[in-house]
């Protein structure tokens, strides 16, 4: 850590902080620059002691050094796999996952898996349990919705993918899905991280809309110190002043967390634009920056969706992307 | 709910549309403007039909003419109040909650309680369960924690209001606290807002730190329709490409949501700003936009605090913005 | 336009409305939904009646329906080229721009000229005038500037693109430049952007760091209505909470652009991301959404470089990237 | 300057970045910690450098120490007042600048002088170059607007700050303005800083929509660093996701610069939030806070204004304000 003092501090003030780094069992290192004085602090330092040291007289501002995640951190790892069902997202193929927003019915959800895997996907996604804005809109099959996940499993053999709302849902969920997805909302939902890391099954962890890098990686630390190596991150948009799209896909987010992490990273362009026309490119883009998969959002109907119509693919729509998008992948370096 | 029409669209499209509006059991009413064709569509409209309208081809885009949220608007209301003990939140007096971001000893929650007390606070705030951002940080002392509140209660007559993070828990905090908080990562935890409407106990919703003000009525939505009219708002910084602020205290929400809605609003200069010499102006801020209340971080000792150090006042400067946000109460009509 | 009522609007006050829109010459046109009045209004409305209606009493809102820019539109429009020297913007080739972020000594530019053509650029870029956000940061050599930058056009072939900051140097920089560029910072200089329009040169208008689309092609549409069809629009990262990176690329402006106006879009990776790892990525994630080009900023000894080092690409790196993004570019259908 | 090598960074990376530090002619000075090397760099540091130590291999990233501004901080200095006529800015008085968005006529511009002077404003404001979105609106009337603005000062006695958008504009506003504003899309033009730098007229200089205070307090150290210390600043609303409001007005904003700079701020609460029915709760939040003055916009006839109609307030509002922010003026211990 170190701390800036202002360039009019007193030796008074200089020398509390010394003896408060001090106190707290740690190495103070003065340096007297040209302006002010700098104390660089050895040892390890938590958050509270940077918020503490901050109040001291005299101090400017406090800078931290080290990263406060370090299961997440790509520092002397290699890049990982993780594993669903046979699916192995990270490794050589680009990993997509389609499906409807919402489980709405048998026959909508067997008709989409049909459709999403004769166009080559490789997993099923769909929502039984739908975090909605507000109270009065359709808020999922549950259970009902889960069973209706597994059996389209069964008739497809795609693994599944479905979102976790609650910390007391998560055994309930593990027990049909392959893999838990933990939403946007739900990002800094500390107790749900615990209760995914606890369950040992794979996750899919969403960007938070407003979340930097660092706390989304914080995120994913939570369910590792938990036990759950089985982590995939999802860049899903992030919150803007543009209200043409619904949010802004950050793209750049996929090289950086793969400087920053070990863990693979994916994209969800349906959610980050809104709109249907650019998901197409927007799933060509997060490929070309290398991302280790897509999760998009197809529906046999998209006129007739009880949620996200306006932003789900028809088979048509998804089936040509599929095509043009094999020629992305293998300009990345994948295959489909 | 109106439809914009591309200028170029064909007739076929405008039939098309006005049938399938027609097909919802919805009236559609044309307008020939002079370059474009708009629908108003007349009836009781969900988010899942403007979703599919949107994706007809000639269409350009829809808007939206109703509020999605009832229960929470102003329209045909009179402001609230919601009691909590024997304080009255929405009238007259400007209330004040303050106490330390978390409870950390008996002795630290006992001394805090009558410091914030002989100031002249109305209620007592401190954390037993923490939403912290790395799985590393102190994560509060949960029940224990919970308990010294109750007797920090006993001793000084002052309600508590105390954070709750997850469904499972609300029952549990709901039988120590006067009123049950709901943080900024949590606005958008649905289930967690259902439970809080059941419990009836009265609720501090803060805003997400990237909500807009729709979102966290709806949000307020969820409480009222689960049968709890007991809310208050709390607006405590959104967030910002500025940094030398943890967040930006959106002063312009109190007025704002004043107008939209009838529950009472306060504000946490403390968090939004994340330094405690910017809790003074932001609390005399606040007030004098006509906020119902205002929460705040003090600490026996900021410089010893396990959490929020840097932003929690001294005893000493709480009393001083005690003394003088009394003169701007007087001058926004309230007494403190 | 509509105007929405609230829903308690009484008769008189729905009657001020419409006599007011019939005061204007245009003529209102009333529904009546379930729970509110909403007129449509019909025939030229200007932003100031727009904002004068909002006023009116018993109004809840006015939403505009027509697009306030005329000839940037796509609307009944074919894409559009743009001709810079003998380069085609927005035709099958992919156009790169490249070269340093600042002009500083003839050899480093004559030196980078020849490094970006070999490696296949197709036009240079250099700043001669740079705007800097302190004023004791190398503000360009000025005219020595743009006759080095002339001279490296003579000697290579590469058509140049170069900054202009201010109306009353268009003249001058239109003399040297084949492509007058408008920076982030000056994209509502509305003076720069009407006399660049009457220059008649070719103007790549970058995006304001927190611009909407609208207000970007409200900015192309001054050039457009001084009479200088050649605009070329260049995405170059807005402002967001992230600081890992500078701005956060917003690939999808890309094709948001492309179905809202004919003009041509290129994106700038290096300005967006400030971290040369990231440019390449970048790149190819612009080019599979479709873009029409790229501006990159390539130094021969970037850790010498006077400004915007961490951003530039050294000579190998961006030889590696155009070789690379051969195969995005034919993807996307393009060529390089 | 601090150098942070990354955990694993090698001998030899780490004898490079000092003898990298060492030919600038600076002093490394390493540290030692539990999981990497940091350098302290002691000397004067350019931006250049930064950029180019970011590049080293090795380094994770670069943290500067001193601020960039030097003529505008605060640092051992007291604040400082700005004299407009004979206007103290930044003393006991807490000054009002009041007056219509545009100049229009000249019976709407002396009507508007009355009013304000009656109702206790201390300055005019009213703009003769209007920077408009789009080219079709209403662009002032030049220098027949600062006639009559000059007319109405006579009348008054009011000093008179209107816009200047253009350095080559800033000779013709000077010689009729007390004051030049320039508006936020100028905040970095930096041409035009540096003639308001030269004019040596007091300047009123707003916060650009999405700049950091840092880069606020460098345009106003490009005034100052050209000769001109009457500088005001006036935070207006930052861009956010929120879309109720224009704009979010940074209360912060207030107490923060007053402590990072010696420059006196007022604040801008109609264009901030863009609707007149919050200007009155702003205002007073900005007083509150510790603001030197407000600009408020005013019209005799709000819903005939040729712009900005929606935010300015009438005669009696302005009128209502004035008399209940002296409680607030008194409150925050300053006169009106």
Known sequence: MIIVMIPSATDQQVATVASFVERAGLKPHIMNGVER??????????????????????????????????????????ASTVKVGNVVIGGPTCVIMAGPCAVETEE?????????????????RGGAFKPRTGPYAFQGLAEDGL???????????????????????VELVARYADMLQIGTRNMQNYD??????????PVLLKRGMSSTYEEWLLAAEYI?????????????????????????????????????SHL???????????????VEPMSYAAVAAGADGLIIEVHPNPDKAWSDGAQSLTPENFSKLMQNLQKFAIAA???L
Chains 1, 2, 3, 4 share one sequence.
């Not at 909508?108 to 099923?124: C, D, F, T, Y």
């Not at 982590?231 to 950086?256: H, K, W």
């Not at 994209?267 to 650019?278: E, N, Q, V």
């Open 37 to 78: 004085k700098v104390f660089g602090v050895i040892g390890q330092i938590d958050r509270e002691f940077e918020q503490q040291a901050e109040r001291l007289e005299g101090v400017d501002f406090v800078q931290r050094i080290t990263k406060p995640y370090k299961l997440a951190s790509r520092e002397g790892r290699e």
């Open 108 to 124: 909508q959800l067997m008709e989409s898996a049909r459709i999403v895997k004769a166009a080559g996907a490789h997993m099923l």
């Open 147 to 169: 069973k209706l996940l597994a059996q389209a499993r069964d008739a497809t053999g795609l693994p599944i993918v479905t979102e976790v709302k609650t910390p007391s849902a």
């Open 192 to 201: 749900l991280l615990i209760e995914a890391g606890k369950s040992g099954k």
């Open 224 to 260: 590792l110190a938990n036990g759950n190596p089985n982590v995939v991150l999802c860049e899903r948009g992030i919150r803007s002043f543009e209200q043409y799209t619904r949010n802004v896909l950050d793209v750049a987010a996929i090289p950086v967390i793969k400087r920053l």
């Open 264 to 278: 693979p990273i994916i994209a969800d362009p349906s959610h980050a634009t809104g709109k249907w026309h650019l």
């Open 333 to 335: 370096g994948r295959t």
